[in-house]
């Protein structure tokens, strides 16, 4: 649905991806499943599992066609086979933004694969990432985490363009660190002054405590309903490694998030 409502408002092409899983069709898993009917997988029977696999994704592949035809969307649908975070990192270099559950397709059938698509894409990608909770909600008001780092400026600047686009109100959030508020004032005054540059109608709001705790909770009471965050924090630590921040966030939230670079 974000992909969707986003891809609309921005009139944006679309590309629909589905990997189908190689991992379901080897090793622990296919153990658990062999466990399971108390019989040995056969050429057969694998056979018919891999294909239920692809009549699936062409039927989740035909639902997007379907709603992305309805909204006028130009939509590219795309299927793989292989491993889905290498899939979908080898196929992002085409794209702007990439668009992910929290929550993983398998997750009732295999607790250790919830979400671990996403984690990898997420800590491995290039591009920014917006990820979706399973409920959807349209995107009215938006709120950017600012805390003067280079992400988060990026973060600003792509919550920014998006508020634009999307006609909504943006809530620009600094936290108060180590007490020092008057260092919170000035990031939020410069995050106000770039906004302000581009006639985007935004708000700040500075608020103490945990920062990753904060973010969250100013996002609730001020109902909004996108988080925009840098997935970097000011640690000069190599780009693959999540920032805490985004880390706690990803973790944690029921809202959508998207994490910019």
Partial sequence: HYAVDLASSLRARLAGL????????EGPFLANVS????????????????ALMQENGKAMLA?????????????????????PARIILQREIHTELVVLGLRGEHADLNPELVGSTTDRVVRHSTQPCLLTPASHRPIRRLMAAYDDSAYSARALQVAIDLALSLQAPLVILSVVENGDHELAMDHA????????????????????GNVHEVILEQAEALNCDLIIAGAHGHARIRE??????????????ERPLLLAR
């Avoid at 466990?35 to 891999?50: E, K, M, N, T, V």
């Avoid at 709603?67 to 130009?74: G, K, Y």
Wanted: proline share 3%; glycine share 6%.
């Fill in 189 to 208: 005054d410069a995050a106000m002054k770039l906004a302000r540059a581009h006639e985007c109608a935004a708000a700040y709001m500075v608020a103490e």
């Fill in 63 to 83: 639902a997007l066609a379907d709603q992305a035809s309805r909204r006028d969307i130009d939509l590219e649908p795309l299927e793989d086979w292989g491993h």
């Fill in 18 to 25: 589905h990997v189908l899983d190689s991992r379901l069709l």
């Fill in 240 to 253: 693959l490694i999540l920032g805490s921040t985004a880390t706690y966030l990803m973790n944690h939230t």
């Fill in 35 to 50: 466990g399971w009917i108390g019989a040995q997988p056969c050429a057969d029977s694998l056979g018919q599992f891999r």
